[in-house]
């Protein structure tokens, strides 16, 4: 079931991308054309939860079917129980649950699990059960909300490490999530080296403008920035740099 993807992130990339707001990630991938990557459904379970960065680690769930969804099904060669054991540390879990709200795919147990292979996070357009077990296990959860019924009750586990759609996005092993309170954003994995050159730029432009705008200046001709205050602004980044 493994896709032969490198999973495991550059140090260096969570380092960066763990500064950059889901908010600012969606604007530049907006600006390459890509408007349809925030995972909708993905709210924090807790409040608080640190912004996070890691590979997608991909599990698929379709409609339950009477003859498969069934409690037996936890024990088979192709069940979350295996998927779990299959992800590696440092992954984000992304489940396409379908969006369905009145079965909860994971529970505290299996949470555990995840947290102590070295799991970052477990996203998913459905819900999770055993609410307070869940957030006791610290692993950090994006999810629609909580239900009491097992998974099997509306849904069937079918693969992982596949493409699925997760909140109306496409997401493949191996591409990037970066996940804080606004919710889950995909990066594609052939554009991560260029969100890494572009994103970090495009924070300090937003620093700016804000202190601009905590001065008192008017947002025409600043946010967006115009000619003038592009030069302006690269004019203070140089001088910052250059007193460090």
Known sequence: MTAPIEMQLDPHVIEVLSTITTATLTTLLLKKGLRNVWLRGTKPLRAGQPRLVGRAFTLRFVPAREDLATPASWSSPISTRAAIEDMPAGCIAVVDSMGVTDAGIFGDILCTRMRKRGVAALITDGVVRDVAGVLGSALPVWCSGVAAPPSVAGLTFVAWQQPIGCGGVAVF?????????????????????????????????????????????ALPGLYPPNAENKARF??????ADSAK
Do not use: T
Not at 181 to 195: C, N, Q, S, T, Y
Not at 206 to 217: L, Q
Not at 234 to 239: I, N
């Open 173 to 217: 092993p191996g591409d990037i999530i970066v996940v804080d309170d606004d919710g889950a954003v995909l990066i594609p994995a052939d554009l991560l080296d260029e969100m890494l050159a572009l994103a970090p730029e495009q924070e300090r432009l937003e620093e700016w403008i804000m202190a601009e705008v905590e001065a008192g200046a």
């Open 234 to 239: 690269a004019a203070a980044m140089a001088a």
